[in-house]
C-alpha cells in the first residue's frame, strides 16, 4: 500500500533590486526524501508571484508525494526526515520606466529543501524551506526554527545582459524625461521673455492724443 500526500510550502523572499521580480513555475520538478534523496514524487505548480523592488513577497510551492508502508514504517515519530526538491521557474524582471515597463526573461532553477515529520495518524510538519545553486550547499534548518525562511534573490542570479539593458533602458528613460523637463523649461522661460518685449513695445507704441477746442 502506498500513503499519497498533497502539500504545500510558502517561502518568504527578499528582492534587493531596484525593480520588480515576477516567478511563475515552467516544468515538473522532482521530489526526494531522506538522506539517499530517493525520488518519491514531484513538484505539481508555482503559481505566479510577485517580488516587488526592494521589498519582500512570498513564493507558494505545491508537490505531491508517495510513500510506501515501509517508508513510512522507517519514519520514527520523532525523526525529521529531509526532504529536497527541484524548483524549475521563470524570472521576469520588471523595470518600470519613466513611459511603460521594460521586461525580459529567463529560466530560473534552484535546489531546495526542508525538515519534515510524520504527525500520525495522517497530518505531518514541516519547517522552513531553504534553496541554493545545488543540493550539497543546502543546510536545513529544523522544524520549529525561530529564524524565518528567507532567501534573497542577489543580481548575480540574473542574466548580466539583461541587467545591462535593463539599466541602460532605464537610464534612457530617466535621461529623456530630464532632457525634456529641461528643454520645456528653457522654452517657457523665451516664451516668457520674448511675450514681456512684445508687451513693452506695444506700449511704446501708443502715443498719447489730444483734441482742439474751438
Not at 147 to 161: E, L, R
Request: aromatic fraction near 6%; charge should be positive; hydrophobic fraction near 40%.
Amino acid at each position: 500500500p502506498v500513503l499519497r500526500f498533497g502539500m504545500q510550502s510558502t517561502t518568504n523572499c527578499t528582492n534587493p533590486n531596484p525593480y520588480d521580480l515576477i516567478f511563475a513555475g515552467t516544468e515538473v520538478g522532482k521530489l526526494f526524501i531522506g538522506n539517499a534523496r530517493n525520488q518519491v514524487g514531484r513538484v505539481t505548480d508555482i503559481p505566479e508571484a510577485k517580488l516587488p523592488a526592494n521589498d519582500k513577497g512570498s513564493i507558494v510551492t505545491h508537490f505531491d508525494m508517495a510513500l510506501s508502508l515501509g517508508m513510512l514504517m522507517s519514519m520514527s515519530l520523532d525523526h525529521e526526515t529531509p526532504i529536497w526538491l527541484e524548483n524549475n521557474m521563470r524570472v521576469t524582471l520588471d523595470v518600470k520606466l519613466l513611459v511603460g515597463n521594460y521586461q525580459t526573461s529567463r529560466s530560473f532553477k534552484q535546489k531546495c529543501g526542508m525538515r519534515w515529520k510524520m504527525v500520525f495518524p495522517a497530518a505531518s510538519r514541516s519547517g522552513p524551506m531553504s534553496c541554493a545553486d545545488s543540493f550539497d550547499e543546502l543546510t536545513l534548518a529544523p522544524i520549529g526554527a525561530s529564524h524565518s525562511n528567507t532567501m534573497a534573490f542577489p543580481a548575480d542570479n540574473t542574466a548580466g545582459s539583461d541587467l545591462d539593458k535593463a539599466t541602460k533602458q532605464k537610464d534612457i528613460s530617466l535621461g529623456v524625461g530630464m532632457a525634456l523637463a529641461y528643454t520645456l523649461g528653457l522654452s517657457l522661460l523665451v516664451l516668457g521673455v520674448a511675450l514681456s518685449l512684445r508687451a513693452r513695445r506695444r506700449r511704446r507704441s501708443v502715443k498719447p492724443t489730444s483734441a482742439q477746442v474751438d
